[in-house]
């Protein structure tokens, strides 16, 4: 399985980034696909996750909730992550999982002015 991400940058504090995470080589619906980032000299934490089937159940960290949001697109086998509202503390690498099986290489992330 294999899990590429995108879509991180520099961005202004209020401002969005969307990222993108493709997986390849297994069902994309047997997974619970998350987001997760980790900031230099933190642990790697979870951001969002959504689970596979119906409804697409979501769990958001609390710092997030509100601003972020967390999508599938299972044609593309595709997840996203909408970010809003960013601010400095949202500065990470972000990592794609699939039930913390299998990562991506990180993107990285800084909000700054």
């Known amino acids: 399985v294999r899990l590429v991400e995108s879509g991180g940058g520099l961005v202004q504090p209020g401002g969005s980034l969307r990222l993108s995470c493709v997986v390849s080589?297994?069902?994309?619906?047997?997974?619970?696909m998350g987001w997760y980032r980790q900031a230099p000299g933190k642990q790697r934490e979870l951001v969002a996750r959504?689970?596979?089937?119906?409804?697409?159940?979501?769990h958001y960290v609390d710092s997030v909730r509100g601003r972020f949001s967390i999508s599938v697109d299972n044609v593309k086998n595709t997840v996203y992550l909408q970010m809003n509202n960013l601010v400095p503390e949202d500065t990470a690498v972000y990592y794609c999982?699939?039930?913390?099986?299998?990562w991506g290489q990180g993107t990285q992330v800084t909000v700054s002015s």
């Open positions: 959504i689970w596979p089937g119906p409804g697409s159940n979501t």
């Open positions: 080589g297994s069902p994309f619906k047997d997974y619970i």
């Open positions: 999982s699939a039930s913390e099986l299998y």
